[in-house]
RNA sequence: GGGCAGGUGGCAGAGUGGUCAAUUGCAUCAGACUGUAAAUCUGACGGGGCAACCCUACACAGGUUCAAAUCCUGUCCUGCCCA
């Protein structure tokens, strides 16, 4: 089954607890910093563990066009290869199913890509899915699903969400690897009665883990945060639940808040190559000029690399100057800032004082000094 | 002193009678980014009403024309070449 998960502490629907898997355990609540290719973009893997990372994300379809899942068996598996000697989640490659929808057929037996890179087909099945999952030798494996847009209407949502039930439990036939866990995924969209229906078929299949997909794909925010106490009861209590691709740090309160364990998002990564930071007192955008003579770090109390040695005068140079420090830095940064906000998050659950120290965050958030 | 080439918005550089407040790039300013086709993308970028519109603009001063950044004359300036 490859992983046990024990609960320490809830405060309310929120948890907090211990993923232990092959290669380490995870605290929970728990960010999962995005490596999409085999690597966090711009970041080695020991300044990723430094900013407190536990678990990475990894993914099917990106590895599976290149190199190649059965190269990365023949070097050693995925750890060996990217220089990550901690825990794993590969996504299965149904966000791609969404995000390049274009390049995307649907049928039953699968979703069959043109390649991004070079137009040549790529048929990911459920059974493919797996096999390159286990290929790449991950500790949390995730199952096929469809991901459908927001603005899907009833019918597309329906279709999705019975094809999701079949490939997962195609999915959780097909796998083999004792030292692998797989994860089921829920979508439904905010429609709690077809999130109730799926959640209901995948439980039965006793997956050891259960995500909630098809979130912050184009919906109201307010939407997602309203559907996701009600989703996350929908799951087993004493399995992790992880909330996939999101979100932003109020996202993720919402998400702790009804119960969720995992969360994983390109945002740090992504909005910090774009110069933007995250930070207690909100967001921080390093382009912008009033930054130019600011010899503050970007927080006075993160105690990252960046923030110990750099001030927001320095990052808004290296963003002007297009210096590929400047990503680099802001990425680490978020990515401390995203972990410290969960380690705050769990030890806050631990002490019965989750909702207090949620107020207390979206209010700085919400009135920058 | 003579010959040649040229002076366009912060910079570079198009345009060479009307469709030009003027292509484009850079710079500047602002915004977006949620299981990564993103170190990407979008918008603004002479002034005023901030829509229709009006004003000031393509070295300077005159001129031709219904109409000039674009043609003519002179002036100033820059680069190269010859003395």
Known sequence: MGISFTLHAADGPARAGDIATPHGVVPTPAFMPVGTQATVKGLTPDMVRDAGAHILLGNTYHLALRPGDELVAAMGGLHKFMGWDGPILTDSGGFQVFSLAGRAKITDRGATFRSHIDGSPLELTPEKAD????????DIAMVLDECPPADADPARLRSAVARSIHWAERCRKHH?????AQFAIVQGATDLDVRAEC????VAMDFPGYALGGFSVGEAPEAMHAALPACAALLPAHKPRYLMGVGRPVDLLAGVAAGIDMFDCVMPTRNGRNALAFTADGPLRLRNAKHRRDSAPLESDCGCYCCRRFSRAYLHHLFAADEMLGPTLLSLHNLAYYLRLMRDARAAVAGGRFAAFRAGCLARWAAPP
């Open 199 to 202: 959640a209901r078929e995948l």
């Open 131 to 138: 096999e390159i999952q286990e290929n790449l030798g991950s």
């Open 176 to 180: 083999t690897r004792a030292d692998q």
